[in-house]
T-cell receptor, first 113, second 117 residues
Framework: GENVEQHPSTLSVQEGDSAVIKCTYS??????FPWYKQELGKRPQLIID?????GEKKDQRIAVTLNKTAKHFSLHITETQPEDSAVYFC????????????FGGGTRVLVKP | NAGVTQTPKFQVLKTGQSMTLQCAQD?????MSWYRQDPGMGLRLIHY???????DQGEVPNGYNVSRSTTEDFPLRLLSAAPSQTSVYFC????????????????FGEGSWLTVV
């Protein structure tokens, strides 16, 4: 089955700096790649997603890039703010395999004021 | 519009006991799923359903049963609880399976914290 690895596991950045989280996936048939933000004790919330027919997608300070050849995708957060502190999860799914989501292990991001 | 409602929020079970985690959604979503999240880890799919009367296994189905008799409800049953099932359980729903349509948002419940002693 699909395997998704996420790095780094923890990331500390200064407020205003950029944060980058990278995920690699194993199955080249994966076609959907969402990113979730989870605050402590809360439910995951979708922040951005990308499909395999798109190389990059932006939404204000957040962007996701996809490299299908290398089988990796990355989350970029610019001008980080203290409220960006949370755990971020990437995931991947394969349409031909029932669209089941496989999650990465998560990245704990701490934005220092 | 309550979204996805999970009950109970917290539960302590003894090894060998059985229980049911309830999940209900009021958005008329066809796709529902259950995930578990162990400390410091990502979510893992337990079971999912693409509509009433249809269920299928996810990544970690052993020790769990589900049923989907109505569109609204998708209960998760622990047959004989084990300490390894100590986790946070999230129910989720969406109109379509993940990634099948643009703009298809997955709504998660608030989670159920389960401890098996």
């Amino acid at each position: 089955g699909e395997n998704v690895e996420q790095h780094p596991s923890t990331l500390s950045v200064q407020e205003g700096d950029s944060a980058v989280i990278k995920c690699t996936y194993s199955d080249s048939a994966s076609n959907y790649f969402p990113w979730y933000k989870q605050e402590l004790g809360k439910r995951p919330q979708l922040i951005i997603d990308i499909r395999s027919n798109v190389g990059e997608k932006k939404d204000q300070r957040i962007a996701v890039t996809l490299n299908k050849t290398a089988k990796h995708f990355s989350l970029h957060i610019t001008e980080t703010q203290p409220e960006d502190s949370a755990v971020y999860f990437c995931a991947a799914s394969i349409r031909a395999a029932g669209n089941k989501l496989t999650f990465g292990g998560g990245t704990r991001v701490l934005v220092k004021p | 519009n309550a979204g996805v409602t999970q009950t109970p929020k917290f539960q302590v079970l003894k090894t060998g006991q059985s229980m049911t985690l309830q999940c209900a959604q009021d958005m008329n979503h066809e796709y529902m799923s259950w995930y578990r999240q162990d400390p410091g880890m990502g979510l893992r799919l337990i079971h999912y359903s693409v509509g009433a009367g249809i269920t299928d296994q996810g990544e970690v189905p052993n020790g769990y049963n589900v049923s989907r008799s109505t569109t609204e409800d998708f209960p998760l049953r622990l047959l004989s609880a084990a300490p390894s099932q100590t986790s946070v359980y999230f129910c989720a729903s969406s109109s379509y399976p993940p990634g099948q349509r643009s703009g298809n948002t997955i709504y998660f419940g608030e989670g159920s914290w389960l401890t098996v002693v």
